[in-house]
């Protein structure tokens, strides 16, 4: 009896399968969702160049604020002329650190991301970052002992570098040999 019944189901899966569409089409025209989806990931893209600047552009302004505000509210804690200090000779290792490794970056570009019309905002950035941590290590030299003042001078230090790896990461055209 057991064999009859698994014979019957057999039988009747049989059946249906043959009597199943050999292809399944869809209700709808799916292409043109598809489409929507491919132009909104094109939407996306054009815009990423867009929150760069904005980054950039909001990295320095937080830069400079804080740096104006640290020159304005800074104690009288000025070092004697003749006082050696180890915080001035750290100071200025950190400083050539920081430039070797500006250097290295500029040898290791593997693109020439300076030519790309997204260049622009990551430059200006970069130039016033420059300029931000140049004012700042000057403040340092008369305040070494400013704690917030070192604070902000290392955060432009890596945010200038990232801004430099991030200009490697644009999508441009690699150098011409010998370049």
């Known amino acids: 009896m057991r064999e009859a019944t698994m014979s019957h189901a057999h039988?009747?899966?049989s059946q249906l399968i043959n009597q199943a569409p050999r292809e399944i089409q869809p209700q709808k025209e799916l292409w043109q969702d598809i489409e929507k989806q491919l132009d909104k990931a094109e939407v996306q893209q054009s815009q990423q160049p867009k929150r760069i600047?904005?980054?950039?552009?909001a990295s320095i302004a937080l830069a400079v604020g804080l740096v104006a505000s640290n020159i304005w509210q800074q104690k009288a804690d000025i070092l004697t002329p003749n006082e050696p200090s180890a915080l001035l000779?750290?100071?200025?290792?950190?400083?050539?650190?920081?430039?070797?490794?500006v250097d290295l970056?500029?040898?290791?570009?593997?693109?020439?991301w300076q030519a790309s019309t997204l260049a622009s905002p990551l430059e200006?950035?970069?130039?016033q970052l420059r300029k931000a941590a140049e004012q700042i290590y000057q403040a340092l030299r008369q305040t070494p002992n400013d704690k917030e003042l070192w604070q902000l001078w290392l955060w432009t230090q890596q945010r200038e570098?990232?801004?430099l790896q991030?200009?490697?990461?644009?999508?441009?055209?690699t150098l011409p040999q010998g370049a």
Do not use: W, Y
């Open 53 to 57: 600047k904005r980054v950039a552009v």
């Open 161 to 163: 570098l990232e801004l």
């Open 11 to 13: 039988a009747k899966l």
């Open 105 to 112: 970056l500029s040898r290791q570009q593997l693109t020439n």
């Open 166 to 173: 991030q200009g490697q990461k644009l999508p441009v055209t």
């Open 124 to 127: 200006k950035g970069i130039e």
């Open 89 to 101: 000779t750290t100071l200025a290792d950190i400083k050539d650190q920081h430039q070797q490794q």
